[in-house]
């Protein structure tokens, strides 16, 4: 039998008996339960009820009293009050208790006789309350003749039921008892006899259980120590016995787990040292070409620093040749004004000669006029002397101006010829500036290209100096991977070589210890190479420190 039925088995019997004991007590419970209900309903509460009844049969009792001693009208009317008052509570707690509560024929014949003495008590009261105001002596001898016995005869049969109830309850509590000690001794009967099959279960699981695993127990403590490679015989078909053989089942495979591990670290460790020594290698070769990758770009940087200045240069003799090609087209605007200007001085001085000529004419006629104005004064004789001298220098003043017409007209045609000659030189000049601006346009073109040139071949240093920084980047990258790599491959050397001395722990029949292989030489590490880019009036170029 496997150890999960065994366990099963002894747990099923352990539940049926806690089943047994658990429906006993639930069985005692519920009859318990049951008994304290009916000694509720049959005994507390008629007594509680019965006993309301005798209070308001002994207070109806002390009112009617008190109105016989105090014997005044007020007093025998608030003594009716409080009787009918206290009356309407006593047939209220008696309306309650019967017939409902009534449980015995004794019970019954009590009840029957107190309704009896209720009647009899309701009938004469109103008459002894009648009597109260009136005669005393006859009051008095009224109340304890007739009343006094009428009350005691109701009171006595409370008492009786009150006793009936009493001894009912008794019995009910002495059959109580009589039950709750047969259902103790039924439970510690039932609890005796588990505990005993339970114990018996309980020592025959743990010997089918112990033995197994204190074999178990030894054999995992011989693994632990790192003695491997035994042989068990197990027996047996429960789960301890599988235990047993998968723990012997484990014990072989973890010795051909470990011998296997065994031989796969000594082959990383060999693997480790070769990695490790050729990543020492390939870091010394990385960082030399790192170091020359630095050198090229900060020639690079030179150069473009020198294409950078000449094309600022050219820059600069673009914009001279621009202001001297505006100042060429400033001076041939002036030298066509200066034409114009001289054309119309030439046409002024034509215009001046005209009216030279105009004057000169004038001044003909004004000769000829004054000559023959003195012709007539010397025929007119002595009268017409005075008039002859008027002529004479009227006369006078025409050749004058005659003369000075002709001097002008003479200065006139001088200045003409040389606005003439001015002319055609302003011409020249500003044909000359023409063909200096012509030939300024043509240097700020090439001047131009030049500069374009010149930026082109800066962006293009540029490009190649970014890809020899991307690539010096890289490098030095690959540089830190490389040291990476080769701390890493140190690193796996010394888990290795760790592993190795771990796995040294196991013992396995027939396995002979490893062989340390020789250990590759480390090559030292070039220092890697802090470059600065030089600086210049240009924008420099930031180079990152490796």
Same mark, same amino acid.
């Given at each position: 039998?496997?150890?999960?039925? @065994?366990i099963?088995?002894?747990?099923?019997?352990?539940?049926?008996?806690?089943?047994?004991?658990?429906?006993?007590?639930?069985?005692?419970?519920?009859?318990?339960?049951?008994s304290l209900?009916?000694?509720?309903?049959?005994?507390?509460?008629?007594?509680?009820?019965?006993?309301?009844?005798r209070?308001a049969?002994?207070?109806q009792?002390?009112?009617?009293?008190?109105?016989f001693?105090?014997? /005044?009208?007020e007093?025998?009317?608030?003594?009716?009050?409080?009787?009918?008052?206290i009356?309407?509570t006593?047939?209220?707690a008696?309306?309650a208790?019967?017939?409902?509560?009534?449980?015995?024929?004794?019970?019954?014949?009590?009840?029957?006789?107190?309704?009896?003495?209720?009647?009899?008590?309701d009938?004469?009261?109103?008459e002894?309350?009648?009597?109260?105001?009136?005669?005393?002596?006859?009051?008095?001898?009224?109340?304890?003749?007739?009343?006094?016995?009428?009350?005691?005869? *109701?009171?006595?049969?409370i008492?009786k039921?009150?006793?009936?109830?009493?001894?009912?309850?008794?019995?009910?509590?002495?059959?109580?008892?009589?039950?709750?000690? @047969?259902?103790?001794?039924?439970?510690?009967?039932?609890?005796?006899?588990?505990?005993?099959?339970?114990?018996?279960?309980?020592?025959?699981?743990?010997?089918a259980?112990?033995?197994?695993?204190l074999?178990?127990?030894?054999?995992?403590?011989?693994?632990?120590?790192? #003695?491997?490679?035994?042989?068990?015989?197990?027996?047996g078909s429960?789960?301890?016995?599988?235990?047993?053989?998968s723990?012997?089942? +484990?014990?072989?495979?973890?010795?051909?787990?470990?011998?296997?591990?065994?031989?796969?670290?000594?082959?990383?460790?060999?693997?480790?040292?070769?990695?490790?020594?050729?990543?020492?290698d390939?870091?010394? @070769?990385?960082?030399?070409?790192?170091?020359?990758?630095?050198?090229?770009?900060?020639?690079?940087?030179?150069?473009?620093?020198?294409?950078?200045?000449?094309?600022?240069?050219?820059?600069?003799?673009? #914009?001279?040749?621009?202001?001297?090609?505006?100042?060429?087209?400033?001076?041939?605007?002036?030298?066509?004004?200066?034409?114009?200007?001289?054309e119309?001085? /030439?046409?002024?001085?034509?215009?001046?000669?005209?009216i030279?000529?105009?004057i000169?004419?004038?001044?003909?006629?004004?000769?000829?006029? *004054?000559?023959?104005?003195?012709?007539?004064?010397?025929?007119?004789?002595?009268?017409?002397?005075?008039f002859?001298?008027?002529?004479?220098?009227?006369?006078?003043?025409?050749q004058?101006?005659?003369?000075?017409?002709?001097?002008?007209?003479k200065?006139?045609?001088?200045?003409?010829?040389r606005?003439?000659?001015?002319?055609?030189?302003?011409?020249?000049?500003?044909?000359a500036?023409?063909?200096?601006?012509?030939?300024?346009?043509?240097v700020?073109?090439?001047?131009?290209?030049?500069?374009?040139?010149?930026?082109?071949?800066?962006?293009?240093?540029?490009?190649?100096?970014?890809?020899?920084?991307?690539?010096?980047?890289?490098t030095?990258?690959?540089?830190?991977?490389?040291?990476?790599?080769?701390?890493?491959?140190?690193?796996?050397?010394?888990?290795?070589?760790?592993? +190795?001395?771990?796995?040294?722990?196991?013992?396995?029949?027939?396995?002979a210890?490893?062989?340390d292989?020789?250990v590759?030489?480390?090559?030292?590490?070039a220092?890697?190479?802090?470059?600065?880019a030089?600086?210049?009036?240009h924008?420099a170029?930031?180079?990152q420190?490796?």
């Amino acid at each position: 039998m496997t150890i999960k039925w @065994r366990i099963v088995l002894t747990m099923a019997g352990a539940l049926v008996a806690a089943i047994v004991i658990g429906v006993t007590g639930l069985v005692a419970l519920g009859r318990t339960q049951s008994s304290l209900e009916s000694m509720y309903k049959d005994t507390l509460m008629p007594v509680v009820h019965v006993t309301s009844v005798r209070t308001a049969l002994l207070e109806q009792r002390a009112a009617l009293n008190r109105a016989f001693v105090v014997a /005044t009208p007020e007093a025998v009317a608030e003594a009716r009050k409080r009787v009918e008052a206290i009356g309407a509570t006593r047939d209220k707690a008696w309306a309650a208790y019967y017939p409902a509560l009534v449980t015995s024929d004794d019970e019954m014949a009590s009840a029957k006789a107190f309704i009896a003495a209720r009647q009899a008590v309701d009938q004469h009261m109103v008459e002894a309350l009648d009597k109260a105001a009136g005669d005393r002596a006859a009051a008095v001898t009224f109340l304890v003749k007739t009343m006094a016995p009428i009350f005691d005869a *109701a009171t006595d049969e409370i008492g009786k039921i009150v006793a009936e109830n009493e001894r009912q309850a008794d019995e009910a509590f002495t059959e109580s008892s009589q039950r709750e000690q @047969r259902i103790v001794m039924l439970t510690v009967g039932v609890l005796v006899v588990a505990a005993i099959l339970i114990a018996l279960a309980g020592f025959l699981l743990a010997r089918a259980v112990m033995v197994p695993l204190l074999r178990a127990r030894d054999l995992a403590g011989k693994i632990s120590q790192g #003695d491997l490679n035994h042989h068990l015989q197990v027996e047996g078909s429960d789960e301890l016995s599988d235990m047993l053989r998968s723990l012997s089942t +484990m014990d072989v495979k973890l010795t051909e787990i470990v011998g296997r591990v065994r031989d796969n670290a000594r082959q990383v460790t060999y693997a480790a040292r070769d990695i490790s020594g050729g990543s020492d290698d390939l870091s010394s @070769r990385t960082q030399e070409q790192a170091s020359s990758l630095e050198e090229t770009a900060a020639s690079m940087e030179e150069m473009t620093a020198t294409v950078r200045e000449n094309f600022e240069g050219a820059e600069v003799a673009r #914009d001279l040749t621009a202001s001297l090609l505006r100042d060429a087209t400033a001076g041939h605007e002036v030298a066509v004004d200066a034409v114009g200007a001289m054309e119309q001085i /030439t046409e002024a001085s034509r215009s001046v000669g005209e009216i030279a000529v105009l004057i000169d004419e004038i001044a003909f006629q004004t000769n000829l006029l *004054a000559l023959n104005a003195a012709v007539e004064a010397a025929r007119a004789g002595e009268q017409g002397r005075r008039f002859a001298v008027v002529a004479g220098e009227v006369r006078s003043l025409a050749q004058r101006s005659a003369t000075a017409a002709r001097d002008i007209k003479k200065l006139i045609g001088e200045a003409a010829d040389r606005v003439d000659t001015g002319s055609v030189l302003v011409r020249r000049t500003g044909d000359a500036l023409a063909l200096i601006g012509s030939g300024a346009n043509k240097v700020s073109g090439i001047v131009g290209n030049i500069a374009a040139a010149s930026l082109q071949q800066s962006a293009g240093i540029e490009q190649v100096n970014s890809a020899v920084t991307a690539l010096d980047d890289v490098t030095q990258q690959n540089a830190a991977l490389v040291e990476e790599t080769s701390a890493a491959s140190r690193q796996m050397l010394e888990l290795a070589e760790e592993l +190795m001395r771990q796995v040294a722990f196991f013992h396995i029949d027939g396995e002979a210890e490893p062989i340390d292989a020789p250990v590759r030489a480390q090559r030292p590490i070039a220092p890697s190479v802090t470059r600065v880019a030089p600086k210049g009036d240009h924008d420099a170029v930031a180079w990152q420190e490796f």
